[in-house]
């Protein structure tokens, strides 16, 4: 396939590019490049023959039906984003700006593309979206693609309305489209705000651990890499109109995962005096924080035959191995604005 990935110079979008490159698909990267992208992330293939790079920002919709007329691709799949909550809490509107009205002139583009090469039925619109458009769960249960919207957070409530603009143009145009919500992803490149590179970047630096509230809000911890893998099932396989939820099958506390991430740092890098987990503190929690996450992945095992592959243990070693190998890559990040900043506390 040829595949136009926005946002691939991202977390998720740039381990979308180097599989989709490994597996011998074409791939145009169009990517803004804003404060949380790196083109390192694609150092790899960026010689590859089969892969092109547009800068252009998915607002800009003359620059959409350019890339579109000039590189015919078979499918979009759609990851440019604003997706740090924090950031949204103190700034929303760009989120709107981005997730929203971004995602509304892609959708357009991708019509009258679609539209002008005789509506094909090959032809696919990927939208990535989060878990986090369900809410917040208790201590039991778990989301499924029907679970009611309930976005707490300007991010979830702007990709909630990114995935209400999908589905209608699916209805209303005949747009050919898949979605995926996927649990918090973790692994290589992941930028140097989120916690678990946080969790690693400070224990190095000998630097506090800040854990929000009492460390008890449980996510479901899904490697890039499986994730980036269970994206390209969908956009090959997945049934046009269908949604399908991404998770890890691994559950655990905020708490639980950077106790683990310190043992395991206490393996490879160990301190002079006592453990990383010495530098654990908690810290005010944010506003409208979810208790809870977990997926329901029933939907894409049973039709698409997919499972995750990585434990959270396994995942977490390789993603300290690579941060510990990588150091170049981060020290550059760090000084980039907003990281190593408490953010989310405007409210």
């Known amino acids: 396939m040829k595949l136009l990935v926005t946002g691939g110079a991202g977390f998720i979008g740039s381990a979308v590019v180097r599989q989709a490159i490994g597996a011998g698909h074409q791939v145009v990267n169009l990517d803004a490049l804003t404060y949380a992208a790196c083109l390192e992330n694609v150092a790899d293939v960026a010689d590859n023959p089969n892969y092109v790079f547009v800068q252009a920002d998915i607002r800009d919709r003359a620059a959409l039906d350019t890339v579109l007329a000039e590189h015919a691709p078979d499918a979009i799949m759609h990851l440019a984003a604003e997706s740090h909550v924090d950031r949204s809490i103190d700034g929303p509107a760009e989120f709107i700006e981005t997730n929203v009205i971004g995602t509304f002139h892609l959708l357009e583009a991708a019509r009258a593309y679609w539209t ?7 032809f696919r619109f990927h939208h990535i979206s989060t878990d986090e458009v369900y809410g ?5 249960g778990q989301f499924t693609e029907t679970t009611p919207y309930d976005p707490r957070s300007p991010y979830s409530a702007s990709k909630a309305s990114s995935d209400h603009l999908v589905r209608a143009w699916a ?3 005949g747009l050919p489209v898949v979605l995926t919500n996927c649990s918090n992803n973790y ?5 140097p705000e989120k916690l678990i590179p946080v969790v690693i970047l400070n224990a190095l630096a000998g630097k506090d651990l800040p854990i929000y509230g009492d460390g008890s809000n449980v996510r479901d911890w899904l490697y890039v890499e499986d994730h980036a893998d269970a994206l390209l099932t969908v956009v090959q396989r997945g049934e046009v109109g269908r949604s399908y939820n991404i998770g890890g099958e691994n559950e655990r506390s905020n708490l639980q995962l950077v106790q683990t991430l310190c043992a395991i740092l206490d393996t490879k890098r160990p301190k002079a005096d006592g453990s990383y987990a010495d530098q654990i503190t908690f810290v005010t929690d944010r506003p409208g924080h979810d208790a809870r996450y977990a997926i329901d992945p029933a939907r894409i095992a049973g039709e698409l035959g997919w499972r995750p592959s990585v434990t959270v243990e396994e995942g977490l070693e390789r993603t300290v191995d690579w941060y510990l190998a990588n150091e170049s890559w981060w020290r550059a990040l760090q000084q980039r604005d907003g990281v190593g900043q408490r953010l989310g506390v405007k409210a």
């Open 116 to 122: 002008a090469q005789g509506k094909p039925d090959t």
């Open 171 to 173: 209805e209303t145009y």
């Open 136 to 140: 917040s769960l208790g201590a039991t």
């Open 187 to 191: 692994g290589p490149y992941h930028f």
